[in-house]
T-cell receptor, first 113, second 112 residues
Framework: NAGVTQTPKFQVLKTGQSMTLQCAQD?????MYWYRQDPGMGLRLIYY???????DKGEVPNGYNVSRLNKREFSLRLESAAPSQTSVYFC????????????FGEGSWLTVV | LAKTTQPISMDSYEGQEVNITCSHN???????ITWYQQFPSQGPRFIIQ???TKVTNEVASLFIPADRKSSTLSLPRVSLSDTAVYYC?????????????FGPGTRLSVLP
């Protein structure tokens, strides 16, 4: 019973490099989310996807792109990483099958130098 | 979206009951109230959810007054392992793809 799985768990990037964070859920959820959390701060929503084929901006979308590849997978891409994007990234999903609560992955620690 | 307000931090001692109150004055009719717990270096995890009155599970109780403009998470007899950040989240059913926004949370420190 994997729940929400994120990869990679840790990554160091140089400024200007690109990378994609992968996320997959096995709970048949319609909705998926990407959050970032800076040290000592709360979670901020980057993008979300209400259902397969749709994506919408959250609170802090600048510098990111997302793809809802299918119902299970939702990826987050940094096209040109900046030090300000150093953060912990959490993927999450929600749906009726989980009692309408949000389930989070374990997080991806990203450092941009 | 209903904005939430919680205390930034709270201290307690082991064995005490802890009550964390969240204000959400502009809660909508369809909104549920959900509380999450987050330990360092981990993703938040669901604690309890309610719509009105009182909800209790094996971990906590949630008290919601009739006007639903606030809610109180009650943790009975806390232990050191309850030291964490607690988030109050207000929004419509998640499967609608609602744009959920987490507030800053309440940092609970349980002292021996």
């Amino acid at each position: 019973n994997a729940g929400v799985t994120q990869t990679p768990k840790f990554q160091v990037l140089k400024t200007g490099q690109s990378m994609t964070l992968q996320c997959a859920q096995d709970m048949n959820h319609n909705s998926m989310y990407w959050y970032r959390q800076d040290p000592g701060m709360g979670l901020r929503l980057i993008y979300y996807s209400a259902s397969e084929g749709t994506t919408d901006k959250g609170e802090v979308p600048n510098g990111y792109n997302v793809s809802r590849l299918n119902k299970r997978e939702f990826s987050l891409r940094l096209e040109s990483a900046a030090p300000s994007q150093t953060s912990v990234y959490f993927c999450a999903s929600s749906g009726v099958s989980s009692g309408n609560t949000i389930y989070f992955g374990e997080g991806s620690w990203l450092t941009v130098v | 979206l209903a904005k939430t307000t919680q205390p930034i931090s709270m201290d307690s001692y082991e064995g005490q009951e802890v009550n964390i109150t969240c204000s959400h004055n502009n809660i909508a009719t369809n909104d549920y109230i959900t509380w999450y717990q987050q330990f360092p270096s981990q993703g938040p995890r669901f604690i309890i959810q309610g719509y009105k009155t009182k909800v209790t599970n094996e971990v906590a109780s949630l008290f919601i007054p009739a006007d639903r403009k606030s809610s109180t998470l009650s943790l009975p007899r806390v232990s050191l392992s309850d030291t964490a950040v607690y988030y109050c989240l207000v929004g419509a059913l998640p499967n609608y793809g609602q744009n959920f926004v987490f507030g800053p949370g309440t940092r609970l420190s349980v002292l021996p």
